[in-house]
Structures are given as structure tokens and as C-alpha cells.
């Protein structure tokens, strides 16, 4: 810890900077919290923080001090890449013990996001003054932890037990006005966040301080915990922190602040080298680690302000808005006057019910509108810098379309298609320009999904693929460059999940069964239902494109086809998989006596089959496919498979993806768990050599 006698925050004596230093300012001094890039609490932080604290307390011209922070964000927690080493000291609850116990006031200067340990080091200070633009939150259930510093303790303590179980289970972030209004914030800067930090501390200096740990927590009644708990359970879907975390709230009207803290801090330690949490560190690091793709490091971008999106079907309106949505000047075409209007309906509808749920304004509406204009033919689209196709999933369609853009559109314009499953490179051979084109896989609805497949070919430009990568950051889009194969990384592994799914019910097990074992290992929906909620028809359509060049040697079960001749599409037609009632999904014995039949058909008696071995076998058919994916580089790391899973097809965070999860358990662990008679009788099933070799595929990214 450095301590200058400036009020400046340069460096006095221009050293190499401490990452804590105390501005002695006057009777109020600014304790400054410089760590780079988001000012974690890595030790040397922790200890410069206690230094100082010291300091002020024990020096008589020090009267307050302000807690504040260089750079783009107030603390954003304990530093995650500590998680992996014993901890050292000072530990975060001392320091932030330390805080709240100084018998001078100390008062948070918030700006950018105060999260996890950052929170923590806020709730134990005797005021807190936040930037306009600042938020609040405890993310750690997201990275399989509870708050480790005091967080659970003294945020009830804070803001009511209620609203503490709501954001210690969900994580959620808190702006600024929502933390004023629920007493987390003490005021809100207009202007200078210092200088206001600095006047509410001179305001307290000679007054009793008010302690966050010292105020009481309500108690909630035990039928209304035990009725919460089990809602979050539910929500939490198989991860485990977010339960712990609302009972250590729930704990801090019952026990003092010393009690409950040591309490937190076991659980903390705890739930820190478990697997769930090493998962979920692994999905934050993969999750950025994916937009670093190797080759591309000194590889400028094209320049993209002006979009073009063919096709205003429920896709293109998707992407269109999500365009909007970054701040891009968009332009919708489609091919008559008719199908442009549908369109344009699709986009305010989407705007709508945004604005009647309350997550938009009037204004944010009107303003998002009009960055969207429309227009029948491709000639319009001569300005724009990308132009992206979202037309009728097909071939010749798409390499016409894409003949004629090459026609209109000036040299270096993006070319990029929306196809889910189609050759790109074939698409781009259409143009005399294929270094510019590129696929980029939105996923439905697109303003939504966080997922963005970049899909590059053998002739694709690399400026062109970086330029996909800037453009998903401008979207807020998690993307995943892969290279060609036929559903490129999801749709290829979701089909071999669905083939599986499909040989468990010809076995034996009903739709209903699958679904609820895939949403008991913590998948939102199980495959049945995720079929009915995005429509038979679309991959009916696909089937039977492909029917004529289908190996006749492959397991085929007819069960789909059967259910859309019937007229049964899924919910939007009242059935499918199941049959729909007030949008409640019922098992139908329509469906089972088609499943039952299929056996028939293929002469197989069927037998129960259990949870265990429906998990086993998808999870072994989806690891195996993204054995294959990496084997064939279509992906180059498998941390880019789970982030692909975990983003576009819900594979469960906390196991951390498949790739992840296979390396952790073992592969050899879940073909174990596979029946001997499964793996035996089950034909077309694979307990592939290629998954063993994947053993180590190096998945293991960050343990
Ligand atoms: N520890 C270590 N590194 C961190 C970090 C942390 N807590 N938070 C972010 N980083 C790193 C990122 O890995 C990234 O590194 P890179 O440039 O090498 O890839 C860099 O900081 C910038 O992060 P982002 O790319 O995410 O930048 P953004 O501006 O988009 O987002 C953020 C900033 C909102 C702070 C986001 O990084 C974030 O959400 N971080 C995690 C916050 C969190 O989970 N805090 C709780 C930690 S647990 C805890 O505090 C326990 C306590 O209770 C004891």
C-alpha cells in the first residue's frame, strides 16, 4: 500500500503503481483500489485494503475515509484465478471485517459493477454513494460458490430477508436506482461520484456508524422458507449453490454476524473445490476464451455500421432486431410488399411485448424502430457493409440469392448466410467473391439466445471471420468459430442426441420418461419437448429432403413422421410428442401406441429402461459426436463444443459442458453407466472407440 500526500490520484512520485493506495484529501481520505483489468481481490488487494484501513483508524488527522477504484469498475469479486491455491492472507472477510468495525465512517464511491467480494467490501462500509450507471450484485452461485465474505449476512441485514434470498440465489445484478430504492445504495451520483462519496463521509464524521452486521435480519416463517426453498430448488435445476446461498440468508436473522459468517465461510470453502463450481469456472473462462481464436490475434476487422437482413421470416425479423438491439443501422428485405409487412409486424410485435413486460421503454421502443427500415429487392442493399440471408433453408435458393448479391454488392461487403445445416463453402462457390463469405448460425429467437456459430470455410477470409467476432461482441453474442460439416457443432450433436432419444423410445422408455430424465440431469426441456415447442414440421421437411439419399442400412425410427402425418406439430398445433392442454404438456396414448408399435416394427420387446441409462446414453452419443467434431477440426478446442452446448442447446453450466464433464468424470465412467444389455443389444448404438481416445482430449481447460 502506498500512501500520497496528494489529492490527485497520479502517482506522486511516478513508481510503478501499488494496486492500493490512501490519498490523504483532507480530514476525508480516498482509499483507491487499482488491479487491473476489473480490480479482483487478489492478495495484494487484500492486504493494501487492511493496511489502509489501519491507517485511517489509527491516524488522528483522518477523520472518513472513501472507498473508490481506477479504471472501468469498482471491485468485480475475489479474484476467480485464486480459486485453483490454498487461500492466503489476509483473507477477504478479516479485511472486510476490518471495514465495517473502523471507528471512523467509511464510505463506497461505486462505479461499473461492484460484484461478489466487491458487494461484500460495499455492505460493510457505513455508506454507499453509487455512479448513475453502477449495479450491484452476488454472482457467485453463477460460478458455483455463495458469497465468501459476509454477503449472505449482511445483505438481509440490508435490504430485508426477501429481496436478499432473491439476489443471493439468483445472482442477479441490481442498478442503480433499484439498489437506492431498496436502501442498498444510500444516494446516487449526479456527477462527481467522488466528491459526492467524499461529502456524505465528511456528513457522518462525529456520528454514530451505522454497522450493517450490527442491524437485525427478519425471520421468515418456516412453511414460507421451506415453500421458497423449494422453489429455487426447482429453478436451480441440479446445481447446488443457489439453495445454499438462500439458506445462509435465510440463517442471518437467527445467528449473530460472527456466527453466520463462519457458517458462510465453511460453505464457501466447501462449495469452492467442488465440481460444479469447477465447472462453472470453466464456463466463465471458455466463455471468453472462445472469442480468442487462434490466427486472428492482429487481424483488424471490417468496419460494420450498416446492415442488411434478407428475409423477415421469424429468423431474419429475430436478427434484425437484435441488430437494432447493438445500435446498427438495419435494412429488412424481403421479396414482395406483402411479406415485408408480415415482417415489419413481426419486429413491433417483438418490440411490443418487451414493452408491455417492462424491460423497455416507450422511447427505447420508437428509437430501436426506426434504426430498422424495409424495403422489396436486393437492389437497396448496395450500402450496406454486412448483409445477412435468412431465406428458405435451401441450397439452390440460397446459391441464387447469393449469385445476385455478388451482382450488387460493392467489394468487401460480408457476405453471410443464416443456415443451420447447408455447405457454406457451396453457398460462397455461388459468388465470384468466396473469401467473403461466411456463416453465421443465429440461434431462434435471435434477438435472444446468446449463442452465435461462425462458420467459416476453406476460402473465407480471416478479416471476414474477425469481422463475425466483432460484430458478436457489438450483438453481446457468445461465438464459436467452427469450419463446414452438416449441422456444423450444435445441430450435428443435437441430431445424434434426438437419434438417440429416438432409439430409447423404440426400446422401451416413453417420450414423457426421456424428457424427464434429460430435465432431471438439468437440461431445461427434454428432447421431446424441445421438438414440440419448435415445430415437427421444419424437420419433417428436412427428412424428407434427405429420405432419397439416406443409407438404408441405418436405424430409422418412423415416430416423428408418423405424428406429422397426423397432423400433430407440436404446440403450436395443440399436439405432438404430447397433447397440450392450457400449454400444460400431457403424455398421450396416441404417442405411445405409435411408440409401441415401432417396436413392433423393429421386433424389439420392449423393456423399462431407467433414468441412469437414458442419461448415459445421450450423454455418451453427445460426447461421441463432439469427439468426432474435434477429431475432424471442425472445432479446434473442446472448450468451444461446451461452450456451444451450454449457450445454445441449455447443457447444464454447472456440469460445464460435455467435453468438460467427460474429462472430469472419465469417459470409461459413463459408458460404465450404460447397461451391459444396452450397449449389447442396442443396434445402432455406439460405445464409439473414438470417445475412449478422447479420454484426455484436453478439455480439462481450467480446473
Ligand atoms: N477474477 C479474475 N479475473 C476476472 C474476474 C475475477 N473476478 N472478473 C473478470 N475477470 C477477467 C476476465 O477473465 C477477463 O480476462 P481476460 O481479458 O484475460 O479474458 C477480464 O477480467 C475482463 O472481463 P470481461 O471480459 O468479462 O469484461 P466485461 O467488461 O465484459 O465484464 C465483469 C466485466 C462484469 C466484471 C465480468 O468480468 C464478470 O462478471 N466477472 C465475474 C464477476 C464475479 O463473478 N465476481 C464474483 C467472484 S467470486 C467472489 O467474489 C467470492 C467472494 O464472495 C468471496
Not at 19 to 32: M, Q
Not at 186 to 198: E, H, K, N, Q
Not at 431 to 458: C, Q, W, Y
Not at 603 to 609: F, V
Amino acid at each position: 500500500m502506498t500512501t500520497i500526500s496528494a489529492p490527485s490520484p497520479v502517482q506522486a512520485d511516478g513508481t510503478a503503481s501499488e494496486p492500493v493506495r490512501l490519498f490523504r484529501t483532507g480530514p476525508v481520505a480516498v482509499i483507491e483500489i487499482d488491479n487491473p483489468p476489473v480490480n479482483a481481490t487478489s492478495q495484494a488487494v487484500r492486504a493494501g485494503l487492511l493496511e489502509a484501513i489501519r491507517e485511517v483508524d489509527l491516524d488522528p488527522e483522518i477523520e472518513a475515509a472513501v472507498i473508490a477504484c481506477a479504471g472501468r469498475t469498482f471491485v468485480a469479486g475475489a479474484d476467480i484465478r485464486e480459486f485453483g491455491q490454498p487461500p492466503r492472507e489476509p483473507h477477504l472477510p478479516d479485511v472486510i471485517n476490518a471495514i465495517e468495525d473502523c471507528s471512523k465512517p467509511v464510505v463506497a464511491a461505486l462505479h461499473g459493477t461492484a460484484l461478489g467480494g466487491g458487494c461484500e467490501i460495499a455492505l460493510a462500509c457505513h455508506g454507499r454513494v453509487v455512479d448513475a450507471k453502477a449495479s450491484f450484485g452476488l454472482p457467485e452461485v453463477k460460478l458455483g460458490l455463495v458469497p465468501g465474505a459476509g454477503g449472505t449476512q449482511r445483505l438481509p441485514r440490508l435490504v430485508g430477508t426477501e429481496v436478499a434470498i432473491d439476489l443471493v440465489s439468483s445472482g442477479r445484478n441490481v442498478k442503480a436506482a433499484e439498489a437506492l430504492h431498496l436502501g442498498l445504495a444510500d444516494r446516487i451520483s449526479t456527477g462527481d461520484l467522488r466528491a459526492d462519496a467524499m461529502d456524505l463521509a465528511r456528513e457522518m464524521i462525529g456520528k454514530p456508524l451505522r454497522r450493517t452486521g450490527d442491524l437485525p435480519a427478519t425471520r421468515m416463517g418456516a412453511e414460507v422458507a421451506a415453500a421458497k426453498l423449494g422453489e429455487i430448488r426447482r429453478k436451480a435445476r441440479g446445481a447446488e449453490a443457489p439453495v445454499r446461498a438462500a439458506e445462509l440468508a435465510m440463517l442471518a436473522a437467527d445467528v449473530p454476524l460472527n456466527e453466520g459468517m463462519a457458517r458462510e465461510r465453511e460453505t464457501f470453502l466447501e462449495l469452492r473445490s467442488s465440481e460444479q463450481s469447477a465447472a462453472l469456472r470453466h464456463a466463465f473462462f471458455a466463455e471468453r476464451e472462445v472469442t480468442r481464436v487462434p490466427g486472428l490475434d492482429n487481424v483488424e476487422p471490417r468496419p460494420v455500421q450498416k446492415v442488411g437482413v434478407i428475409g423477415a421470416g421469424t429468423m431474419g425479423s429475430g436478427i434484425a432486431v437484435a441488430f437494432a438491439d447493438a445500435g446498427f443501422d438495419v435494412k429488412v428485405v424481403e421479396t414482395n410488399e406483402q411479406a415485408l409487412a408480415a415482417g415489419r409486424a413481426r419486429v413491433a410485435d417483438i418490440y411490443d411485448k418487451q414493452v408491455a413486460s417492462g424491460r423497455l421503454t416507450d422511447a427505447t421502443r420508437n428509437e430501436r424502430l426506426s434504426s430498422i427500415s424495409y424495403d422489396v429487392g436486393l437492389a437497396t442493399l448496395s450500402d450496406r457493409d454486412l448483409v445477412i440471408e435468412a431465406v428458405f433453408e435451401d441450397m439452390e435458393v440460397k446459391r441464387t440469392l447469393f449469385r445476385d448479391l455478388d451482382g450488387i454488392l460493392p467489394p468487401g461487403t460480408v457476405l453471410a448466410t443464416n443456415t443451420s445445416y447447408l455447405d457454406v463453402g457451396a453457398i460462397a462457390d455461388a459468388t465470384a467473391r468466396p473469401t467473403d463469405v461466411v456463416g453465421l448460425h443465429f440461434f431462434s429467437p435471435a434477438n435472444i439466445m446468446k449463442l452465435l456459430e461462425i462458420v467459416k470455410t476453406d476460402t473465407t477470409a480471416p478479416d471476414v471471420v474477425a469481422t463475425g467476432l466483432a460484430v458478436a461482441k457489438r450483438l453481446r453474442k457468445v461465438p464459436v468459430v467452427c469450419r463446414v460439416c452438416d449441422g456444423f457443432v450444435g445441430n450435428r450433436i443435437l441430431s445424434r442426441y434426438r437419434q438417440q432419444a429416438e432409439y430409447l423410445i423404440e426400446e422401451g422408455a416413453l417420450p414423457h420418461e426421456v424428457d424427464a430424465a434429460m430435465e432431471a440431469f438439468g437440461f431445461p426441456m427434454g428432447p421431446f419437448a424441445v421438438s414440440d415447442l419448435a415445430g415437427l414440421d421444419i424437420s419433417w421437411a428436412r427428412r424428407k429432403r434427405l429420405a432419397p439419399t439416406r443409407d438404408p442400412r441405418e436405424r430409422y425410427v418412423d415416430v416423428a413422421d408418423r405424428l406429422c402425418e397426423a397432423g400433430r406439430f407440436g404446440r403450436k398445433t395443440g399436439a405432438g410428442w404430447y397433447r397440450y392442454e392450457g400449454g400444460k404438456r400431457i403424455p398421450d396414448p396416441f404417442v405411445t401406441e405409435l411408440v409401441e408399435g415401432a417396436s413392433r416394427r423393429r421386433g424389439l420387446t420392449r423393456r423399462p429402461i431407467s433414468a441412469d441409462e437414458i442419461q448415459a446414453r445421450i450423454r455418451a452419443a453427445i460426447v461421441n459426436e463432439a469427439s468426432k467434431i474435434l477429431d475432424e477440426h471442425i472445432v479446434e478446442r473442446p472448450l468451444d463444443v461446451d461452450v456451444v452446448m451450454m449457450h445454445g442447446y441449455g447443457y447444464p453450466a454447472w456440469r460445464g459442458g460435455p467435453l468438460f464433464e467427460a474429462d472430469r468424470v472419465g469417459l470409461q465412467a459413463i459408458l460404465d453407466k450404460v447397461t451391459e444389455r444396452a450397449a449389447q443389444d442396442g443396434p445402432g448404438w455406439e460405445p464409439a472407440a473414438g470417445l475412449v481416445s478422447r479420454a484426455s482430449s484436453g478439455a480439462r481447460f481450467y480446473s
